[in-house]
């Protein structure tokens, strides 16, 4: 069964400090992760896909296949990070399966 | 530069009234799903759409139905609202390989 688990519901840290949200899948094969973020009011946005390697607002995620994670990280957190992330996995049907999300507060 | 469009942004229902949520994407997505987000559940899919014609049954698919009315438009009815269905629904399409575009979402309420 594909599923995908992210153990905080709310995570929050001081302007500056770092930051990691967790993010485990179970699915048979090779998936694709995604982070999606959606700031207040908002519609979900695309942030980062593991298999661009990219870096954006400063955010890195990095697949590790033999702990099933793929968890998001930033070194230094912002208050404009402050939002509900969440972390999503497609399987070969093209469906995208997301996890319960984990809300960011960023405190001044 | 719409992506994904969802109407009505906002909706009150009685417990037994039908309605229909509409969705359209201008960006030629071959992919279109339906997922409605309560709070600690994340996103569950109710339907989706892998191209025009064809509809499957997500994970949540009671009380729904969808019909795939072209390539750009995907709707999404409860025929007979109930209180358990209260939530922010989210359409949103994809094309094979691309990332999931998003609608604004529709905030239903059953009462």
């Known amino acids: 069964a594909q599923r995908v688990t992210q153990p905080e519901k709310l995570l929050s840290v001081f302007k500056g400090a770092p930051v990691e949200l967790k993010c485990n899948y179970s699915?048979?094969?090779?998936?694709?992760l995604f982070w999606y973020v959606q700031y207040s009011r908002q519609r979900l946005q695309l942030l980062l896909r593991h298999i661009s390697r990219e870096s954006i607002k400063g955010f890195t995620a990095d697949l590790n296949k033999g702990e099933t994670s793929f968890h998001l990280k930033k070194p230094f957190a912002q208050e404009e990070d402050s939002a509900m992330y969440y972390c999503?996995?497609?399987?070969?049907?093209?469906?995208?399966?997301f996890g319960p999300g984990t809300r960011l507060s960023v405190l001044p | 530069n719409a992506g994904v469009t969802q109407t009505p942004k906002f909706q009150v229902l009685k417990t037994g009234q039908s309605m229909t949520l509409q969705c359209a994407q201008d960006m030629n997505h071959n992919s279109m799903y339906w997922y409605r987000q309560d709070p600690g559940m994340g996103l569950r899919l109710i339907y989706y759409?892998?191209?025009?014609?064809?509809?499957d049954k997500g994970e949540v698919p009671n009380g729904y139905n969808v019909s795939r009315l072209n390539k750009r438009e995907f709707s999404l009815r409860l025929e007979s609202a109930a209180p358990s269905q209260t939530s922010v629904y989210f359409c949103a399409s994809s094309d094979l390989g691309g990332d999931a575009f998003f609608g604004q979402g529709t905030r239903l309420t059953v009462v």
């Open positions: 759409s892998a191209s025009e014609g064809t509809t």
């Open positions: 999503a996995l497609r399987n070969y049907g093209q469906n995208f399966v």
């Open positions: 699915y048979s094969g090779s998936p694709e």
